[in-house]
């Protein structure tokens, strides 16, 4: 029997977008757990709240770039040399695109993926307040995973009954834009529902962009080349039911 060969096109921001739902729903469901536990704190569930919003930290910023790549690659209309040259310094002239900074290709992607635009004045606004956060999100998912010795500051005071008073909530341990503790341990529910809605807002923002471009298919399915009837009778779309990150994204377009 003849075999013929298959090749099938996989983009990762799925799994990662995935992720990020899943530890985020789960983050929740344990902080709830132990917000209603009035009589017993649990610090090994505390435990896994951090370990889940840390988790849906780093797939969040990791989804983001991927999905930045993803359109880039299958759209791009213009390479960077149609970039305002004021703003291009030799470090970027000197890197390809893929190495960039994940603001910096999001911040073009306008431009780049779009025919009829210019630059600069369609690229995402550079005060653009999700960028912005995001920059900061991307630096907090760097601090996890290419952890380097943390500096924390406490204050200490002796009470009156003798016992001590710590406090490290100074503005010097945490991250000036986001507000968010430098230590990575602390890392919480709140900061990571924080990521994530920040991270579908600019994926939403890149879709309004694109002007109908990324079709639902780009964004959910993987796509199987060559595309014959046997294919497609062979390797079916699981399409019954649509996962949690696009259901976010399609609320907030």
Known sequence: MPVEELHV???????????ADYFLSEAKRLKRKLDNDSEYFDQNILSRVRA??????????????????????????HDISVLDPEWMNKKHRSRDLE???????????PVLCNVEKNPPQDYFAEDNKDLEQLSEYAKIRNSIVHGRVTKIKFNIEIGKDGNHLVDDNLDENK???????KEVY??????????????????????????SQVSKRFLLYQEFYPKS???LAIVRENAEKEPNWYLNIKEKS
């Open 99 to 109: 190495y960039w900074p994940v603001c910096e290709k999001i911040r073009f992607i």
């Open 229 to 231: 009837q046997e294919n």
């Open 175 to 181: 991250w000036p834009i986001t507000g968010i503790h």
């Open 9 to 19: 096109l996989s983009k990762s921001f799925q799994a990662l977008f995935n992720d």
């Open 52 to 77: 889940c919003s840390r988790a849906c930290i780093i797939a969040s910023v990791a989804g983001l770039e991927s999905f930045a790549n993803s359109v880039l690659e299958a759209f791009k209309k």
């Open 186 to 211: 602390r890392l919480e529910f709140g900061d990571a529902s924080s990521v994530y809605t920040c991270v579908i807002s600019v994926v939403k923002d890149i879709l309004i962009y694109m002007n």
